[in-house]
């Protein structure tokens, strides 16, 4: 596995305006279709071998087709989908789409929701309890705001493997290390939490960031979850808001360039094999 380089977190679709309403204004380069041939070729020339892909919009059809393009391909090893999991039936739509081709886990944009507490609900929990009798891993998609809460979701469910997407989008265009650094490193004391270093750079000014402002934030997911539980993500296309995919990917390089072979491994393929069973 010496020389892998998965991107544990990226998106495709097939845009239509009505499928995609958080794409507001500033973001008119994102309303186009981004598929497996584009991806292919911007993996290819940063060096990337492997990839997985992460719902976009919260519906089962869009699961599916993410699964079907993954069975497609030799570079997406993983989807993590969507699924209904506040239903009284998501049990039976676990099991159909559990076994899906490269089917390793579930998300909900729980920063979406009007209720900041909505992942306290007992009918999502009840949910959130099945998912590892099918194999499957939760992707945690909240702000820095909602930490409080999702240790205690997270202390809900010990046995139950759980990743943090975007470093749980810190206030990086503001500066704001505090409380964001504290309670990161309480939901890390969690054996069963791992982190992906990606999305940083559309949490800080898209058009004026540099690689120092964003030092602290490395700095602090790398002393939480180490690098044995954090994970090399693009949010590509998302990412190209604020920075081209390979630029992402030489500085996520650099920033662990001071990490023995070993935990250079870990941060860019190892964690994402790990956690997600690749």
């Known amino acids: 596995m010496a020389n892998e380089c998965i991107d544990a977190h990226h998106h495709l679709w097939r845009y239509q305006p009505e499928e995609y309403p958080w794409m507001g204004d500033g973001m008119e380069m994102l309303r186009r279709d981004y598929l497996t041939a584009e991806l292919e070729e911007v993996t290819r020339s940063a060096g990337v071998t492997g990839t997985i892909v992460v719902q976009a919009r919260q519906t089962m059809q869009e699961t599916e087709w993410l699964s079907n393009l993954a069975a497609r391909s030799d570079l997406i090893r993983g989807v993590v989908g969507w699924a209904p999991l506040a239903s009284l039936d998501v049990g039976k739509e676990l099991e159909r789409l559990a076994v899906l081709p490269n089917m390793k886990g579930m998300r909900h944009a729980l920063h979406d929701e009007l209720d900041p507490f909505y992942m306290l609900r007992d009918d999502f929990n009840r949910g959130i309890g099945l998912l590892k ?4 891993r939760y992707d945690l998609l909240v702000f820095e705001s909602h930490l409080p809460q999702t ?14 997407d975007h470093i749980a989008k810190p206030r990086i265009r503001d500066r704001a290390l505090s409380p964001w650094k504290r309670e990161l490193n309480e939901l890390a004391q969690r054996s069963n939490v791992y982190c992906k270093v990606s999305g940083m750079v559309t949490e800080a000014k898209w058009d004026s960031w540099t690689a120092e402002e964003l030092t602290p934030y490395f700095e602090t997911v790398f002393e939480a979850f180490t690098p044995r539980r954090t994970m090399f993500g693009s949010d590509w296309p998302v990412i190209t808001l604020a920075s081209k995919y390979c630029s992402w990917v030489e500085l996520v390089k650099r920033v662990i360039c001071k990490f023995s072979p070993d935990e250079q491994e870990r941060v860019l393929a190892g964690t994402a094999v790990e956690a997600y069973e690749l």
């Open 151 to 164: 240790i205690e979701f997270v202390d809900r469910h010990p046995n139950q493997i759980f990743i943090v």
């Open 133 to 136: 009798h099918y194999g499957l």
